[in-house]
């Protein structure tokens, strides 16, 4: 028997509640299509009527041709003491046009005497006002019983009250949302398990056969055909636990999981969609997605972080850089043998792939992966690859790391081979800071120039070699590593013109050795890119400028060494 599922994903509403994240209509639009690719059967687009920019969506995502999911519109239930049908949350909802509305309602005693400050029948009627209202409109309704599980901990026999007017009213489904996210995954599972056995509904993930049937157009039938409501489980990741509440959940009988890609959410984010998916297929025997939209959530994940732009967290399980990363000699030499003796599954399915790690922890084998990988054309030696993992020792005992500076460790292994010439080398440089006003103090309390501006001159002068010529410039720069990064470029585009599609991406400087204060050695790292690739590079020292400079020429030579054509 199928286990079935139903993924419900809010991302678009609840993901945008997260410090930080703000999506436009056309960001908003481009998840939503990205989404139904993925076979996601329900996007939650927005508050309908809560700003004109989510009304502008549910405008705008009707001219969409979406294959797989339908879009759901957010809002509350009707007011206290409002009649339904003049209500304004409820006609934003009717007004969004979507075919499903899911709204909010109180299933905690607390949260109804102490938030709403109104009466437990007032709520109660108007949970049942609302759905009934929406559904004689030719709406598909949902209900997300807000603070259902701490309700239902307090007060059960209001929680399930709450529950048992949406569904008489006609709500398709019952979500049980764990809203402060502090309930863990075993009491998530007996308590859902306790609600499905209290409202007649079928007990677990393998008696699914009893969940409405799928419509001509794919889609659960609505009620109104004699099927019963499903259960549906929202939870937050506030006890870091919230992908583990949701599939004990989903394991006890809710059909419906909601969550958001990559976890984005209020405080500590929401259950995160991709992981859940990941789980559910591979691990669980659901059938949610098909094989190549499994294949393809690494992309979704990564695409979506651009979006909201949000850097990927590299560390996210299936999805990140590193979740099939191997840094320890033993694993990367384990892993040549048989993948899986250190990966559970096989990064492929998810669209993902292993790598290995040079550090101080590598071997040969890692050493000599890396450099097949690299596609050289040549064999190195076994003395080849112990000079090249000596090197990359005894500069990260120096503070260099080259476990996220690619760009860097391929360097190292060119610059090993015979018959390497570098796109340009190193003369000399120096760089000038210089207080513009003549006033240290006004400079050390950060003043400004009467036209804006800092008060201080970063200016470099470089000389470099390219070929049997030698070239010698300056440049200035809003501080030393800017005015080094435009005077390198502005020696070396004379031989590279597309040296200009290169641009920096981000900067970062960590102190290796804090206990030796401003003697410190310290590591910067760079991100590059030219609009189709990216790359890190990286460079240390007990001095912050040629630290920044080695990152930073590593970072152009390696681009020139792959996309120089002039020269």
Known sequence: MDRQVELYDTTLRDGTQQEGISLSVEDKLAITQRLDELGVQYIEGGYAGANPKDDEYFRRVRTLKLRNAQVAAFGNTRRAGAKVAEDPSIKALLDSGAPVVTIVGKA???QVKKVL???????LAMIADSVTHLKAQGRRVFFDAEHFFDGYKSNPDYALQALRVAADAGAERLVLCDTNGGTLPDEVGRITAEVGKALGLPGGAAERSASPSPAPDGHPSPRGTGAKPALGIHTHNDTDTAVAAALAGWQAGALQIQGTVNGYGERTGNANLISIIANLQLKLGATCVTDAQLASLTGVSRYVAEVVNRRPF????????SAFAHKGGLHAAAIEKSAQTYQHIPPEQVGNVNAVLVSELAGRGSVARLVRELGL???????????????VKDHEARGFSYEDADASFELVVRRSLPNYEPPFEL?????????????????????EQPGGGSALLSEAT???????QELHTAAEGNGPVSALDAALRKALRQFYPNLKDVRLTDYKVRVVNEGSGTGASVRVTIESADGGSIWRTVGASENIIEASWLALADSLEWWLVHNARER
């Not at 210089?434 to 240290?440: A, L, T």
């Open 108 to 110: 905690s005693e607390f």
């Open 117 to 123: 400050g109104t009466s437990l029948e007032e709520n």
């Open 314 to 321: 590299p560390f996210q399980p299936f999805v990140g850089r």
């Open 377 to 391: 054309g040549m064999e190195l030696t076994d003395a080849d690859h112990r000079r090249i993992l000596k090197h």
């Open 427 to 447: 003369v000399d440089f120096m760089v000038v800071v210089q207080d513009r006003i003549g006033r240290r103090g006004a400079v050390s309390r950060g003043a």
């Open 462 to 468: 470089i000389k470099v070699r390219v070929g049997e």
